[in-house]
C-alpha cells in the first residue's frame, strides 16, 4: 500500500459508505464490506511496520467519549470488541451521573476504532428496532442479548480481517508482523497500565436469550466494518472483551 494515510481513510470511508447506501445490492455491499475490512487491517499492519522501522510517528494517545443512556452498556460492549481486534484499550469511569471512557492506543489504530464504532453503533441500534422477543422473553432481554451477540461477532470478523493481512505481511522485511503486533500490544498495555494503575474489571453479563444473541451474530455478520490525562481511580474499571 502506498496512499497517504489520509487518501487510505478516505478510502476505507467510501467503501463503507457505498456497502450502507440503500440502494446497493447485497452482493455488491458484501464485497465492498470486505474490502473495507481488508484494507483497513492491512492499513493497521503498514503503519505499525513503519512505526518500528522509525520511518514514521505513530505516538500512543488517548480520546474521550461519552456514551449516553440509550442502550448504554450494549454500545461500551461493542466499542470493547472493536478496540480489542484493533489492540487499543478502554477505561470507563461515571462522574455527575455520566458515563465517559477512555480509548487508548496507537494513533493509527484508534482513527480505525474511531471510524468503526462510529458506523457500527449506528447499525447496531438500526437492527436491534427489529427484534422481537421469543416465547417468554421479554423485549428488553431479547435486544439486549441482539446487541451482545452483533458485538460478539464484529469482534471476531476484525480480528480474523487482522490475521489474514498479517498472514499476507510475513514477507516484508524487517521484524516479522507477529514481532511487530505483540510489542505494539505490550506498549499499549503499558502505557493504559501507567495512566490507570488503580482499575477493576468489569465481568460480563450472561445471555438472557439465545434466539435473540444468535439473531445478533447474524447482523455482524451484515455489518459494515469499514487524546488523554491520567484519570482519578474513582469510578473506572476497564473493559475486556
Known amino acids: 500500500m502506498t496512499d497517504a494515510p489520509e487518501k487510505t481513510l478516505d478510502r476505507i ?31 493497521g499492519i503498514e503503519r505499525a511496520h513503519l512505526a ?6 505513530d505516538e500512543l494517545a488517548s480520546f474521550p467519549l461519552v456514551v449516553d443512556k440509550t442502550h448504554q452498556a450494549e454500545r461500551i460492549l461493542l466499542l470493547t470488541a472493536i478496540t480489542s481486534a484493533k489492540q487499543c484499550r478502554v477505561l470507563q469511569w461515571k462522574l455527575n451521573g455520566k458515563t465517559y471512557l477512555m480509548v487508548s492506543g ?4 484508534l482513527e480505525a476504532v474511531q471510524m ?5 453503533s449506528l447499525q447496531m441500534i438500526k437492527e436491534v428496532a427489529h427484534v422481537t422477543p421469543a416465547g ?15 458485538a460478539s461477532r464484529v469482534g471476531e470478523k476484525l480480528r480474523a480481517a487482522n490475521k489474514a493481512a498479517t498472514v499476507e505481511a510475513a514477507h516484508v522485511e524487517g521484524r516479522s508482523t507477529d514481532v511487530v ?61
Open 13 to 43: 470511508r467510501k467503501y463503507l459508505a457505498v456497502a450502507e447506501h440503500p440502494g446497493t445490492g447485497a452482493e455488491e455491499a458484501e464485497t465492498f464490506r470486505e474490502r473495507a475490512y481488508k484494507l483497513m487491517a492491512t492499513y
Open 52 to 57: 518500528a522501522a522509525g520511518q514514521i510517528t
Open 106 to 109: 496507537y494513533q493509527s489504530d
Open 116 to 120: 468503526l464504532y462510529a458506523s457500527l
Open 136 to 150: 417468554r422473553k421479554s423485549l428488553v432481554t431479547a435486544r439486549k442479548s441482539f446487541m451482545a451477540g452483533f
Open 181 to 241: 503486533l505483540r510489542d505494539r500490544q505490550a506498549a499499549v498495555n503499558d502505557y493504559f497500565n501507567r495512566m490507570t494503575p488503580n482499575t477493576g474489571t468489569i465481568k460480563a453479563r450472561k445471555v438472557g436469550d439465545t434466539d435473540a444473541y444468535y439473531a445478533g451474530r447474524e447482523a455482524g455478520d451484515r455489518a459494515d466494518l469499514g487524546g488523554g490525562a491520567r484519570l482519578g481511580s474513582s469510578g473506572q474499571r476497564a473493559l475486556n472483551a
